[in-house]
Nanobody
Framework: QVQLVESGGGLAQAGGSLRLSCAAS????????MGWFRQAPGKEREFVSA????????KYADSVKGRFTISRDNAKNTVYLQMNSLTPEDTAVYYCAAARSALASTWTRAGMYDYWGPGTQVTVSS
């Protein structure tokens, strides 16, 4: 069993930056693909980014490519999402998720993830 807790959310101005962290406990996540999803009010949860177990491969939604960077530190059992050049459209609750076994081609699918954190709110003002 893995417990995930996101942190680092908050209020940012358009053009600003935030760094989200996802701390895992219960067991090591070094064999898990890790993903970030977000859900804005009235919208479905959407894929943001994912990273392979050892961090070699990453994937991004087109809407965040070039602005967001996902990384992980398996020694700290933590995954990060650096968010730059934020826009009001990035306002959402951001969720961290872990997938025990998922092909890279499936990382965008929320159903492929086994564990989820409670989420952290990110609000970007214009």
């Amino acid at each position: 069993q893995v417990q995930l807790v996101e942190s680092g959310g908050g209020l940012a101005q358009a053009g600003g930056s935030l760094r989200l962290s996802c701390a895992a406990s219960g067991r090591a996540i070094s064999s898990d693909a890790m993903g970030w999803f977000r859900q804005a009010p009235g919208k479905e949860r959407e894929f943001v980014s994912a990273i392979s177990p050892i961090g070699v491969n990453t994937k991004y939604a087109d809407s965040v490519k070039g602005r967001f960077t996902i990384s992980r530190d398996n020694a700290k059992n933590t995954v990060y999402l650096q968010m730059n050049s934020l826009t009001p459209e990035d306002t959402a609750v951001y969720y961290c998720a872990a997938a025990r076994s998922a092909l890279a081609s499936t990382w965008t699918r929320a159903g492929m993830y086994d564990y989820w954190g409670p989420g952290t709110q990110v609000t970007v003002s214009s």
